[in-house]
């Protein structure tokens, strides 16, 4: 397996620091998965098992704060959105279980996938968002109404 390691540059940045900051922690985690899963059996189970449960709780943490976000600037496709966010959660959740069944050369294989999941995520989907953001702002920041106040504001 060939080993490479992404880096989240300025281009996707969404423009809110705090959610890049998210982003680029995602992504380094997912990174760790697949440099460990290019070693071969010197890896256990449970070294997996674990970083895909810390992958998902990061998610699920970095997910809520992207919805509370989305919902209060009334982004117009907040439903698809989160339903994304659920999909993705379910997905790489799902991969836990080719450890359950022994199917470890799967599970492996899947890292790759999950990895390219959460990228996708960020890159296009995520971008949709920021582009609201962005021509919002600019153009009726009234619609955003208190979020033309910096966004990191409403983060907590
Ligand atoms: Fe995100
Ligand atoms: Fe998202």
């Given amino acids: 397996m060939k080993t490479s390691v992404i880096r989240l540059d300025n281009s996707y940045s969404v423009g809110i620091e705090s959610i890049d900051e998210q982003h680029k922690q995602l992504i380094s985690m997912c990174n760790n998965l697949y440099l460990n899963c290019c070693k071969k059996d010197d890896i256990s189970r449970d070294f997996f098992r674990q970083g895909v449960a810390s992958l998902v709780s990061f998610m699920r ?46 599970f492996k294989k899947s890292i790759p996938k999950i990895r390219d999941c959460i990228l996708r995520h960020i890159t296009v989907s995520d971008r949709k968002y920021a582009n609201y953001i962005h021509a919002m702002n600019r153009y009726a920041p009234w619609h955003i109404k208190d979020t033309y106040l910096p966004v990191e504001l409403f983060l907590g």
């Fill in 61 to 106: 943490y970095h997910l809520f704060v992207e919805e509370q976000l989305l919902s209060r600037i009334a982004f117009p496709e907040f439903h698809d959105h989160k339903e994304e966010h659920r999909k993705a959660v379910e997905y790489v959740n799902g991969c836990l279980v080719y450890l359950d069944t022994g199917e470890e050369a799967r």
